[in-house]
């Protein structure tokens, strides 16, 4: 029987952890991540975990204890935010590299400078190419769901890739939502025992992790990895169906809202896909075919089934908590690629929205739309990439 | 033997076998070469003892030659060497002189 419970997306994601009962977790704090680790260490002092904590000098000092841990043979966990996540830059390419499932939930923040704790997506955009599988969440409910599914994607024998949980600083980790939790031995049973595959602590049979490799395989190990990456889809629908089945609330590579006849639409991850739905319905209710999809996965990136999703509207605005400078959006040029090998395809702008924190007002999206509303009905787009909420 | 392709590989480029530096051999990478000269030598083993690689070669207990094929010429055999009244039993002397 689930449990109704209103709780942040930190205290959901730490139960969720609680729940899998990991071997090792690297723990260092960081806004607006600090809470979960912290509930999650209550865990331990309080013996509800047998997780033995590695408390850290540094976030690069915890991406490398995990590395460690997990190469050792052990279900590995921790958690971070922008400035941390940023200097386990090289760290996040060791543990995917050496094909080490570690499961961190991002608590997604702005980088420096100027300094900012607030909701952004530049942080995990930064770690796009990291090799990690990226899955994001709208609201506590699916950064807990997502957290618990990780681990099974994650550890699937024909994945073996670390995995991000991403969730939005503070509205999600910081705001009290209703939502459900699992019972605890459904998710212990869901995530399985922890299969071990290539652990160091195998005396029987020395292996060695991170050799040189120079000029001579360095490239066939980079398109091995690839391969990987290109089996994550299905897993990721399998694990989902699963899921489904225990708890009735249904996943997918992204989510779809009022999409299949609509004419104008948004691309949009996370929190504020949430907010977008509702004016996506006061448009309808005037007539007009708005819809959105919101991605989950976005590394691997699903572009065929996007395509497909969004080859009938005639008018998308991706939207971007994150920027590139002197670039597009990082959604943007995703979708943009996703696109671009069909033939009839939806004009596309892009709007950089959120950044620091900055509110994601229904109006914001009220005027989205309109700009698209005229557009689909044969308007020309006057600038590509725009700013909204921006103050002149 | 033929090159491997990207199919034949390791998943996480992890090293199946214990021991295999032995297959690797780093001793061109040396721009100084050390020298034993056995009439300073007291038979101590600080060389043996604080070689990084397994460069130094113990035969009945003895100090025997270096294995050049692993050598890398870090130097640190002729730093630790305490010598015979004052004189070194290694030197490092430059390759190629």
Redesign the interface.
């Known amino acids: 029987m689930a449990k109704v419970v209103a709780v942040t997306g930190n205290e959901a994601c730490a139960n969720a952890l609680r729940q899998v009962n990991p071997d090792v977790c690297g723990i260092y704090p960081i806004t607006p991540q600090t809470d979960m680790m912290q509930r999650f260490a209550s865990f331990i002092a309080d013996g509800k975990v047998d997780t033995e904590s590695i408390l850290v000098e540094s976030e690069h000092s915890s991406m490398s204890a995990c590395i460690g841990a997990a190469a050792a043979g052990g279900r590995v966990v921790t958690a971070t935010s922008s400035q941390g996540l940023a200097l386990m830059w090289e760290m996040l390419h060791i543990a995917s ?4 499932p570690i499961i961190m939930p991002v608590v997604n923040r702005a980088l420096s400078a100027p300094l900012n704790i607030h909701g952004d997506h530049s942080d995990a955009m930064g770690a796009r190419d990291t090799g990690w599988i990226q899955i994001w969440s709208e609201n506590a409910q699916e950064s807990y769901d997502n957290t618990i599914q990780a681990f099974r994607i994650g550890e699937h024998m024909d994945i ?1 890739l670390p995995v991000m949980v991403c969730l939005d600083g503070f509205i999600i980790s910081h705001s009290i939502e209703r939502m459900e939790y699992l019972e605890d031995d459904e998710v212990k049973k869901f995530v399985g025992e922890f299969k071990n ?2 652990p160091l602590l195998n005396l029987e ?7 040189l ?1 120079l000029t ?2 360095y ?3 980079k ?2 990895q690839h ?2 990456m290109t089996k994550v889809k299905d897993v990721v629908l399998d694990v989902a169906k699963d899921f489904e089945k225990m708890s009735g609330r249904k996943y997918g590579l992204f989510e779809t809202y009022r999409l299949d006849d609509a004419d104008i639409a948004l691309v949009i991850l996370n929190s504020a896909a949430g907010t977008s739905k509702d004016v996506i319905d006061t448009f309808r209710d005037k007539g007009i075919k708005a819809g959105l999809l919101k991605p989950r996965l976005f590394r691997p990136f699903p572009y065929e089934e996007v395509a497909e999703a969004l080859k009938s509207v005639k008018a998308v605005c991706v939207m971007d908590r994150a920027d590139s400078f002197g670039g597009y959006g990082p959604l943007f040029m995703e979708i943009t690629s996703a696109l671009y090998h069909i033939k009839e395809r939806p004009v596309l702008i892009n709007k950089i929205y959120g950044l620091g924190g900055r509110d994601y007002l229904p109006s914001h999206a009220e005027l989205v739309f309109n700009e698209l509303n005229e557009i689909a009905k044969g308007a020309k787009v006057k600038n590509i990439k725009e700013y909204i909420g921006v103050r002149e | 033997m033929k090159p491997k392709g990207w199919k034949d590989l390791a998943p996480g480029a992890v090293v199946l076998e214990g021991g295999s530096a032995v297959n690797f051999k780093t001793g061109s990478w040396r721009a100084f070469r050390p020298v034993w000269k056995e009439e300073n030598c007291i038979q101590c083993l600080f060389c043996w003892l604080y070689c990084p690689d397994m460069a130094i070669k113990v035969k009945d207990g003895k100090r025997a030659e270096f294995d050049y094929d692993f050598c890398k010429g870090c130097g640190i055999c002729a730093l630790e060497c305490p010598g015979k009244k004052g004189k070194k039993a290694i030197e490092m002397v430059e390759e190629g002189k």
């Open positions: 590299g050496d094909r080490l073996r595959f290539l049979k020395p292996i060695s992790y991170g050799p490799i001579d395989l490239h066939e190990y398109r091995a391969e990987v």
